[in-house]
């Protein structure tokens, strides 16, 4: 057998209508990824009309890529860096005082491999509280991020992450435990 793309298909994902994607594309390149917008006040109400639960205290640096707003949910008092893509083709949840440092990519999507039509597979993904994507750090369908767990800069998860666990690598492997002081 051979990988055949031309059969692929994935009439089943219904992530939105057509003109609403549409009008979101035209609101994310005009507000979201355009450098010059460094609000991030502006950036939180468009996502909010679009569907997305912002919490309170949230900052949004310049050039973050969000694929469906409806599909994202970010807690109070956290911050979401430059470059970061959010490729949300199934719920991102991010908690309370996360960190999701520059150029980090939380992909929701992959494609079976092993499928001759090489078939879209989704997962949500969860930021618990206090957890930290360190910068261009790659988290993958289906993965929790437990409270307060690091995956460090350059590091790539398919797995869990245990709460309060540092990770790195790629695969990300656990390494110390983090302990915060007052």
């Given at each position: 057998?051979k ?52 919490g309170?205290g949230?900052?949004l ?58 078939d ?46 540092i ?15 007052s």
């Amino acid at each position: 057998m051979k990988t055949d793309l031309s059969k692929f298909n994935n009439d089943w994902y219904k992530p939105g209508s057509k003109l609403k994607r549409a009008f979101w594309y035209l609101f994310n390149v005009s507000f979201l990824l355009n450098p010059m917008n460094p609000f991030s006040g502006l950036k939180k109400l468009v996502l909010r009309m679009f569907g997305a639960k912002i919490g309170k205290g949230v900052v949004l640096k310049q050039r973050i890529n969000v694929k469906y707003p409806w599909k994202l949910e970010i807690g109070d008092n956290s911050w979401i860096g430059e470059d970061v893509w959010i490729d949300n083709l199934d719920m991102v949840k991010i908690g309370a005082n996360c960190c999701v440092s520059q150029g980090a990519l939380l992909l929701c999507g992959n494609h079976n491999f092993k499928k001759e039509a090489f078939d879209l597979m989704i997962g949500e993904i969860i930021l618990e509280d206090g957890a930290w994507v360190g910068a261009k750090g790659i988290v993958t369908a289906g993965v929790t991020c437990g409270s307060h767990s690091i995956l460090a800069a350059g590091s790539v998860t398919s797995k869990n992450l245990a709460p309060y666990w540092i990770y790195r690598g790629n695969p990300a492997v656990k390494t110390i435990e983090r302990k915060i002081e007052s």
